[in-house]
Structure formats: C-alpha cells, structure tokens
C-alpha cells in the first residue's frame, strides 16, 4: 500500500484545515488508516484512526470535538478535518495503514506510512 499524504499549510489559531491521506495498491481500501503528527523534539504521536468501513473511529483526547476522520465512498481516501485549530497542533501529520483496525495505536503498530505534510498554526 502506498500513501500519500496533502492538505498542511499554515493557519491562524481557530482556523481549519483538511489533510487528504489517498492510498493505492492492492487492496488499499481494506486497510486501516490512522493520522500521527510529530512536532519538534518530540515523538510521534497518534491523532485518529478510521477502520476500512468508515463505521469505527477513534481519536486521541486533545483532538476529541475539533478533529474529524471519514474516508470517501471508494474508501481509498481519508481525510482529517481540523477545525479550531491551537498552537500546540503544530506539527508534521503522517497518514498510516494496517490491515486490522486494533488496539494500541502506536507508531509500532502501523505497516505503511505516507510522507508528513506540514502543519503549522500561529497565533
């Protein structure tokens, strides 16, 4: 599976934006995807998961009410919208796949990774 991540820019604090994660490859649409971000100095942490039907979903607390996943009806694209956006959600964002939408949700446990895009939110 192949990932390609789009959507980061620079935004001011209470703006949105949308991150596109488009996968291809064999059976692309049957994986798991999840969202980290990785800011400065600090490890990559894990933001939100969609499972391959759209119908479980789960984030990470500090992004609970403002972030939303969903993935398009040919399930081979998923999206994060950010909304009310702060200053500590700055970050490099990574989309990532596996094949089973399971507990945890570590960077360890996620086989396929797309290149960052960029997020940075100013005050």
């Known amino acids: 599976v192949q990932l390609q991540a789009s959507g980061g820019g620079l935004v001011q604090a209470g703006g949105s934006l949308r991150l596109s994660c488009a996968a291809s490859g064999p059976d692309a649409s049957r994986f798991a995807v999840a969202w980290f971000r990785q800011a400065p100095g600090k490890e990559r942490e894990f933001v939100a998961v969609?499972?391959?039907?759209?119908?479980?979903?789960y984030y990470t607390d500090s992004v609970k009410g403002r972030f939303s996943v969903s993935r398009d009806n040919a399930k081979t694209t998923v999206y994060l919208q950010m909304n009310s956006l702060k200053t500590e959600d700055t970050a490099v964002y990574y989309c990532?796949?596996?094949?089973?939408?399971?507990?945890?949700?570590?960077?360890?446990?996620?086989?396929?990774w797309g290149q960052g895009t960029q997020v940075t939110v100013s005050s």
């Open positions: 990532a796949a596996r094949a089973t939408y399971s507990r945890p949700h570590t960077p360890d446990d996620y086989d396929y």
């Open positions: 969609i499972n391959w039907g759209g119908d479980l979903i």
